[in-house]
C-alpha cells in the first residue's frame, strides 16, 4: 500500500501539470519566435513586438 502512495507522489496527482523545466542558459541564441514558442510552454503569452531583451526577462520572470 505504501509503494503505491509513494508512486503517487512520485508521478505526481493525476490532473495536476508540472511546470516544464527551461534552461534560461541558452535565451540569447533564440529567435523572437522561438521565445514566444517557449513563453507559452511556461504559461506567459509574450508580445513579439517587444525587445528581444524583454521577452527573455518575461520567460526568466516566470520560471521563477
Do not use: Y
Amino acid at each position: 500500500m505504501w509503494s503505491k502512495i509513494l508512486d503517487f507522489f512520485k508521478s505526481g496527482a493525476p490532473g495536476i501539470k508540472k511546470k516544464p523545466e527551461i534552461d534560461v542558459k541558452g535565451l540569447e541564441k533564440k529567435t523572437k519566435i522561438e521565445l514566444e514558442k517557449l513563453g507559452r510552454k511556461v504559461g506567459v503569452e509574450l508580445d513579439r513586438r517587444l525587445t528581444k531583451a524583454k521577452l527573455i526577462q518575461q520567460i526568466k520572470k516566470q520560471v521563477k
